[in-house]
């Protein structure tokens, strides 16, 4: 199979192939979350699951204000069936996703799909990947057309929405990073890798074999985790060679987690946000020739959008005002791990072990 190559690259500051590949990769992500519950929310939160939707609403109500406390379309009806259907229609339109069929309609559904999920899931749906896939998801609403679902439409993606995903994947490293060093003397003493695989939440039987290397290793093992949480995030906001750089450190960081135990989607969703680093010069030396060619033409055919640009730049606004808290909170020495600052979960803070 051809590939695209720097004989025939794509203009090296374009985005058509960066989009198409966070997107597809979204889709993924957002079928395993999907699927996921459609596999396992009755028996959570069904009318007979482990812990019902219909009494947490109902103290929430009592506690609360309803929907502006606790955004879910559940609250229009909790039924065992609404929740099968709420799972598999976002099912279906993650498969669409998957499939390079996509725009803002589709991908504000798949958001408030999964945020009415995750608000009544209680402790079943309190892990940090979940207010990250809910984060991650509503940037993407502003990063495709508004009706259009082709794989590359006649709209060129809004940078700004690219370097939002930036600051996503830069806070989600560097929040992991520092509540390291803030957390637990292993990490300044270079040894939580002498005990990390065998206790970690899921391992797996590569974790086995990490666990017996020698420690000089394992220690040097810490300083690459130091490395790339706390040094490779600054690569986002530089020129191209650094920034393509500090992606490829980042992502081989997350698959390396991924090979050597299992927290769910987590590793697999982090990576989105650091695809939006990779330029089309990038993707276009290892895609498929026709795939970098459908690029070129889009670009060639490209019109501008006013109502888009326009969006993208209020989504800025927006997420900077929201920035604040999750920013102080990085900044703190009491910082708060996986914690959200509003109701829809637009902005939020992170950090790991």
Same mark, same amino acid.
């Given at each position: 199979m051809a590939v695209g190559n720097a004989a025939h690259p794509v203009t090296p500051e374009t985005w058509w192939l960066t989009r198409f590949v966070l997107l597809r990769w979204l889709g993924l992500v957002y079928l395993v979350a999907f699927l996921c519950a459609a596999w396992q929310n009755r028996a959570l939160i069904g009318s007979d699951g482990l812990t019902p939707v219909a009494p947490f609403l109902q103290a929430v109500a009592g506690a609360h204000h309803g929907f502006w406390a606790l955004p879910s379309l559940f609250w229009w009806g909790c039924s065992d069936t609404a929740l099968d259907a709420v799972a598999w229609t976002g099912v279906a339109l993650s498969a669409l996703l998957l499939l390079g069929l996509a725009n803002s309609i589709q991908l504000a559904v798949l958001w408030a799909l999964y945020m009415s999920i995750v608000h009544v899931g209680q402790d079943w749906y309190s892990f940090g990947w979940e207010t990250q896939l809910l984060e991650t998801g509503f940037l993407a609403i502003f990063l495709v057309p508004l009706w259009d679902v082709r794989p590359f439409p006649r709209v060129a993606p809004p940078v700004p929405v690219l370097w939002l995903f930036r600051w996503l994947g830069f806070r989600i490293m560097l929040g992991s990073g520092l509540i390291k060093l803030r957390g637990d003397e292993c990490w300044r003493t270079l040894t939580c890798l002498d005990y990390h695989f065998e206790t970690q939440p899921n391992p797996?039987?590569?974790? !086995? #074999? /990490?666990?017996?290397?020698?420690?000089?290793? @394992?220690?040097? =093992? *810490? /300083?690459?985790?130091?490395? $790339?949480?706390? $040094?490779?995030?600054?690569?986002?906001?530089? !020129? &191209? !060679?650094?920034?393509?750089?500090?992606?490829?450190?980042?992502? =081989? %960081?997350? %698959? %390396? @987690?991924?090979? #050597? =135990?299992? @927290?769910?989607?987590?590793?697999?969703?982090?990576? $989105?946000?650091?695809?939006?680093?990779?330029?089309?010069? %990038?993707?276009?030396?290892? /895609?498929? &020739?026709?795939? *970098?060619?459908?690029?070129?033409?889009?670009?060639?055919?490209?019109?501008?959008?006013?109502?888009?640009? !326009?969006?993208?730049?209020? /989504?800025? $606004? @927006?997420?900077?005002?929201?920035?604040?808290?999750? *920013?102080?909170?990085?900044? #703190?020495? +009491?910082?708060?791990?996986?914690? #959200?600052? +509003?109701?829809?979960?637009?902005?939020?803070t992170y950090g790991a072990f």
């Amino acid at each position: 199979m051809a590939v695209g190559n720097a004989a025939h690259p794509v203009t090296p500051e374009t985005w058509w192939l960066t989009r198409f590949v966070l997107l597809r990769w979204l889709g993924l992500v957002y079928l395993v979350a999907f699927l996921c519950a459609a596999w396992q929310n009755r028996a959570l939160i069904g009318s007979d699951g482990l812990t019902p939707v219909a009494p947490f609403l109902q103290a929430v109500a009592g506690a609360h204000h309803g929907f502006w406390a606790l955004p879910s379309l559940f609250w229009w009806g909790c039924s065992d069936t609404a929740l099968d259907a709420v799972a598999w229609t976002g099912v279906a339109l993650s498969a669409l996703l998957l499939l390079g069929l996509a725009n803002s309609i589709q991908l504000a559904v798949l958001w408030a799909l999964y945020m009415s999920i995750v608000h009544v899931g209680q402790d079943w749906y309190s892990f940090g990947w979940e207010t990250q896939l809910l984060e991650t998801g509503f940037l993407a609403i502003f990063l495709v057309p508004l009706w259009d679902v082709r794989p590359f439409p006649r709209v060129a993606p809004p940078v700004p929405v690219l370097w939002l995903f930036r600051w996503l994947g830069f806070r989600i490293m560097l929040g992991s990073g520092l509540i390291k060093l803030r957390g637990d003397e292993c990490w300044r003493t270079l040894t939580c890798l002498d005990y990390h695989f065998e206790t970690q939440p899921n391992p797996n039987p590569v974790s !086995r #074999s /990490l666990h017996f290397l020698p420690h000089p290793i @394992l220690h040097f =093992g *810490v /300083l690459v985790n130091h490395f $790339v949480e706390l $040094v490779a995030p600054w690569c986002s906001w530089a !020129r &191209r !060679r650094w920034r393509h750089f500090g992606a490829v450190c980042m992502i =081989g %960081f997350q %698959f %390396f @987690l991924i090979v #050597s =135990g299992n @927290l769910a989607f987590l590793n697999w969703l982090t990576i $989105v946000p650091f695809l939006a680093l990779l330029d089309d010069s %990038f993707w276009a030396r290892i /895609l498929p &020739r026709n795939l *970098v060619a459908q690029a070129e033409r889009a670009a060639a055919q490209a019109q501008p959008s006013q109502g888009q640009t !326009r969006a993208a730049w209020a /989504l800025v $606004v @927006l997420v900077c005002v929201l920035s604040i808290q999750p *920013v102080a909170n990085l900044l #703190s020495p +009491d910082q708060a791990m996986n914690t #959200s600052f +509003d109701p829809f979960n637009l902005v939020n803070t992170y950090g790991a072990f």
